[in-house]
């Protein structure tokens, strides 16, 4: 094939690089030709014989610029020894005469008309690419599960239907009480990866006791993959000064603060409730007191930034059991105008109980039968949802004898559920009710205290409850707990055992002597190491083949990381504080925890070790359940408890154990009466929670991610090699196409696209249809030119070689806000239209898979020759496609918009017949709805169809 000829001042553009724009030839010697780009002041030599190189002809009609960006319109083309001189007409209908050399540099082509038209044609590959991402970015759009597809999580029912139900609200105010161990911050973490993604929210802050502000930083980033800003004091002065005394908290989207900074700084307090939030999450917030008479300084902040939050997420897991002062005081913050009042709340409260024995009622095993024989029981029934729901319901029961009435039966209760007062607005699960979860077993070990200890003297009682600070620098070889554990992880070598200490120091010497003396596999995790040091001890630990028998780790090191592939979980030492205690037993007791957790504790006897111990285990049962009222318990009896410690008296002990026994076990009791079972009923509907799941898992299987993502890694120079069977080493290549891929470190990482793989191991990543490579890669694809363009050769018998093809991809692109999410809408719709040099529609005949597989590739520089010399042609079949297309467009809008009034329309409907029986639905989510439907609508309309991509098919 003969060499293009290159001349100097001749115009080219880079097929590779066509964001540098107009290029000029500035030199073509020994088979080699310089280029520069003027628009971005680069140079590129190229070989001749395989230079990117496309010559850039303008043709009649087209419109161009000269260097002073002025435009013409080119009614004719001349050439003359090599260069070109376009005839053009200006603005003022006069003709110029503008060489090539003239032309603006500042160009570029990005349409699929003219980059096809420009002779930049992508290979074949790329386009089928950009197809399938079409394909995919419109499912994903439209999923039902959409946000809900992305975070690292179990597919748990309770922890999906809050996460589906709250996640989906305009501005959502909400509390989240589920017991110990049910995952709050999972479910808070679910709302707003949701809200963030659908574009509800866009600045969310986050408030959490100084001991969880990393853990909350960690687990959003794990799990959900959020970045946030964490705010604490020294972190405001230094963006103070950097910024010239800008607000800190509007230095970041997302940002997570201590309630401390805020609580005790007044000038942190003013710039947090100035600064505008769609969000606000305040996690244990029943640390925020409250009575009728007064409110403490940590209560009246958060009020006060709650009031100017759009959303409010509480969390607790003592909503009631607390007190209804307490339970009230969470509910204030939530609706200050729907409660007001603590006596009306508590009258209104009083007055659901007939609701609740009806449900109870309705519920058991023969509620059908006593409902269609019970008079009393249908009049109550009467009373509450009327005449006519009542027949209805009488008479699907009696179409369905014989058959299961338990569908029927739920309808009836769900309408009395959504008259529950507080039931739209909290949402508590129990262990009860979700099941799932391990028992506990407690093996305590006495052994004979060392001499120093027995002999040492000291005000301090933490200095009893911790040994090793009253032995000294060489602790390790006088405690007796130290053979008695080494021993002790011989004869549980198989198994994964997880030790917990109080201190950072105590657990770098343990784990030390563990691994240099004993010869066991150990890890340490405590505070003192970065994230990823902790990772890595975590990854250690977890890897079931060649990993860690023990991680020994520090009191807050411990915090926020789960553990539940580990059996066995021996405290070194034991807190006093209780509810450290149950987070010490919470990291291996937990949902997926699939053996008893078994707790051991090494102490000395006769010592404060051993009274703590029975102080816990026969006094509170500590080990044996979660308590959710230690910390109470503990308030009750603290300087009792404290003189046992320092004195180790056994009639003092024996009383005190009698006194906190009973104390527990009233707690125990108003907690248990405490509860709401109506509540219960209503914080997770099964069969809409198993439909979320579904979705969940059917997205996953419609849509091969592993497959769509190694083809883009290999398009796009990104290396990827298998770790093991269910993860994949990812890096920057040598030869990357792009500088940039979303989400990718320059020292690369490690995924998995497998959910238990990413349960398991949170060191790598898990790749996801919502991690932000995922996204970030789809949205670079459609967003540029990338495969937009593309020529192939086809042989199918009943065309004719030599016939032309033409392929028009178009998508319907609606202009609109983020938060008016009018993906769900029109994400999915992709028109096509195939035409052949006749005009005649193909379409219906050649579908897209047709042309995938029987499309061969044409080398780049003969796909241009064939551009060249049937551009004209192709123009003209472009015109017949966008013919063929348009007229279906106005269809497609009317569609789109009688599916968006028709799902408003219901959610309204469902909302105003529940405002009728339930105050808790503000007004405020109705015109919302409607005032999003009339926007959405006024979007629809300007829809467009707009040429996608467009691929040439030569049959031979």
């Known amino acids: 094939m003969s060499l293009p000829e290159f001349i100097p001042g001749q115009r080219w553009i880079s097929n590779t690089e066509p964001e540098l724009g107009l290029g000029i030839i500035v030199k073509y010697e020994s088979r080699r030709v310089t280029i520069s780009f003027p628009a971005a002041a680069e140079e590129r030599v190229y070989s001749a014989n395989n230079a990117p190189l496309s010559r850039v002809r303008y043709h009649v009609g087209d419109k161009v610029f000269d260097h002073d960006d002025l435009p013409y319109r080119v009614t004719g083309v001349e050439e003359l020894k090599g260069?070109?001189?376009?005839?053009?007409?200006?603005?003022?209908?006069?003709?110029?005469?503008?060489?090539?050399?003239?032309?603006?540099?500042?160009?570029?082509?990005?349409?699929?008309?003219?980059?096809?038209?420009?002779?930049?044609?992508?290979?074949?590959?790329?386009?089928?690419?950009?197809?399938?991402?079409?394909?995919?970015?419109?499912?994903?759009?439209?999923?039902?599960?959409?946000?809900?597809?992305?975070?690292?999580?179990?597919?748990?029912?309770?922890?999906?239907?809050?996460?589906?139900?709250?996640?989906?609200?305009?501005?959502?105010?909400?509390?989240?009480?589920?017991?110990?161990?049910?995952?709050?911050?999972?479910?808070?973490?679910?709302?707003?990866?949701?809200?963030?993604?659908t574009g509800r929210a866009n600045r969310v802050l986050i408030v959490v006791p100084e001991s969880l502000v990393h853990q909350w930083l960690v687990e959003m980033l794990r799990r959900f993959n959020l970045s946030f800003t964490i705010l604490d004091e020294d972190r405001c002065e230094a963006l103070e000064e950097s910024n010239d005394g800008q607000n800190p908290f509007e230095s970041a989207q997302c940002i997570i603060c201590s309630l401390d900074l805020l609580e005790y700084s007044e000038t942190r307090f003013a710039q947090a409730e100035e600064a505008a939030w769609d969000m606000l999450v305040v996690d244990e917030a029943h640390h925020l007191e409250w009575t009728p008479e007064a409110s403490s300084p940590a209560y009246d902040r958060i009020e006060a930034i709650a009031r100017k939050s759009a959303g409010l997420l509480l969390l607790t897991a003592t909503p009631e059991q607390l007190g209804v002062e307490s339970h009230f005081a969470r509910l204030r913050l939530l609706d200050p105008d729907r409660y007001p009042d603590l006596e009306k709340f508590q009258e209104e409260e009083e007055g659901y109980a007939p609701i609740n024995?009806?449900?109870?009622?309705?519920?058991?095993?023969?509620?059908?039968?006593?409902?269609?024989?019970?008079?009393?029981?249908?009049?109550?029934?009467?009373?509450?949802?009327?005449?006519?729901?009542?027949?209805?319901?009488?008479?699907?029961?009696?179409?369905?004898?014989?058959?299961?009435?338990?569908?029927?039966?739920?309808?009836?209760?769900?309408?009395l559920l959504d008259r529950h007062g507080t039931g739209r607005v909290l949402f508590r699960n129990t262990r009860h009710a979700v099941r799932g979860f391990p028992d506990r077993q407690l093996t305590s070990w006495p052994l004979e205290a060392p001499e120093a200890y027995a002999s040492f003297t000291s005000d301090d009682v933490m200095t009893f409850l911790q040994p090793e600070r009253a032995l000294g620098a060489d602790w390790i070889a006088q405690d007796s707990r130290i053979p008695w554990l080494l021993d002790w992880l011989k004869s549980r070598r198989t198994e994964k055992t997880l030790i917990i200490c109080a201190q950072a120091e105590t657990a770098m010497d343990l784990e030390v002597h563990l691994n240099l003396r004993g010869g066991v596999r150990s890890a340490v995790f405590h505070e003192g190491l970065s994230l990823l040091e902790r990772d890595r001890a975590g990854a250690y630990f977890a890897d079931q083949i060649e990993g860690a028998q023990v991680l020994v780790c520090s009191e807050i090191g411990s915090e926020g990381r789960n553990f539940q592939f580990a059996k066995n979980l021996v405290f070194f030492d034991l807190p006093l504080n209780p509810d450290l205690l149950e987070q010490r037993i919470g990291r291996l007791d937990r949902i997926g925890q699939q053996h008893d957790v078994e707790i051991h504790v090494p102490y000395y006897e006769n010592s404060a070790q051993e009274v703590l111990l029975r102080w816990y285990h026969e006094g509170m049962h500590a080990f044996e359940r979660p308590f959710a009222a230690g910390q109470k318990v503990y308030q009750q009896f603290a300087d009792e408890l404290h003189d046992c410690l320092m004195t180790h008296k056994q009639d003092e002990l024996n009383a005190l154990l009698g006194k906190t026994r009973e104390f527990s076990d009233a707690m125990v009791k108003a907690l248990q009466e405490g509860r709401d079972p109506l509540l219960e009923l209503n914080s997770c509907h099964p069969d809409t929670a198993n439909k979320v799941i579904e979705a969940i898992e059917g997205h996953e299987f419609d849509y091969d991610l592993e497959s769509y993502l190694e083809k883009i890694f290999d398009i796009y120079g990104v290396e990827h090699e298998a770790q093991s069977d269910d993860a994949i080493i990812l890096r920057p290549g040598d030869h990357m196409h792009s500088a940039h891929f979303p989400a990718l470190p320059e020292d690369g990482m490690t995924a998995t696209f497998e959910r238990q793989t990413a349960l398991a191991r949170d060191d790598i990543h898990y790749l996801t249809w919502e991690h932000p490579m995922t996204t970030g890669v789809m949205e670079m694809i459609l967003e540029s030119e990338f495969g937009n363009t593309s020529v192939c050769t086809l042989k199918l018998p009943p065309i004719q070689p030599g016939t032309l093809l033409l392929e028009a991809i178009y998508r319907l692109r609606c202009p609109a806000p983020k938060a008016l999410q009018v993906e769900r809408f029109v994400g999915q719709v992709v028109e096509r239209a195939v035409v052949d040099s006749l005009g005649n529609d193909l379409g219906h005949v050649l579908q897209v898979e047709h042309l995938d597989q029987l499309g061969e590739k044409v080398p780049r520089r003969n796909a241009q020759d064939l551009v060249r010399h049937t551009r004209d042609q192709l123009e003209v079949m472009l015109d017949k496609a966008q013919e063929k297309v348009l007229p279906r467009q106005d269809a497609l809008i009317e569609g789109a918009i009688k599916e968006m009034q028709s799902r408003a329309n219901a959610e309204i409907a469902r909302m105003e017949a529940l405002a009728k029986v339930n105050p808790n639905i503000r007004q405020e989510e109705v015109e919302h709805i409607r005032a999003q439907a009339e926007k959405l609508e006024t979007a629809l309309r300007k829809s467009q169809l707009q040429l996608e991509a467009v691929r040439v098919a030569v049959a031979t």
């Open 357 to 415: 024995h009806l449900i109870q009622q309705l519920m058991s095993e023969s509620g059908a039968s006593t409902l269609q024989q019970s008079a009393e029981l249908q009049e109550q029934l009467r009373e509450t949802i009327g005449e006519e729901a009542l027949s209805a319901l009488l008479q699907e029961l009696k179409d369905a004898e014989g058959e299961d009435t338990r569908e029927i039966i739920f309808k009836a209760v769900k309408s």
């Open 83 to 197: 260069f070109i001189i376009y005839i053009c007409e200006d603005l003022l209908g006069e003709t110029v005469n503008l060489p090539e050399l003239e032309l603006n540099s500042a160009v570029h082509f990005s349409s699929p008309k003219d980059r096809l038209l420009a002779g930049q044609v992508d290979k074949h590959s790329r386009y089928k690419l950009r197809y399938q991402t079409l394909k995919n970015w419109g499912g994903w759009q439209q999923s039902q599960a959409r946000g809900l597809l992305g975070p690292r999580v179990q597919l748990l029912p309770h922890q999906l239907y809050i996460a589906n139900e709250v996640g989906q609200r305009h501005a959502p105010r909400v509390l989240l009480a589920d017991e110990v161990g049910l995952g709050k911050t999972i479910e808070a973490g679910l709302v707003i990866h949701q809200q963030l993604l």
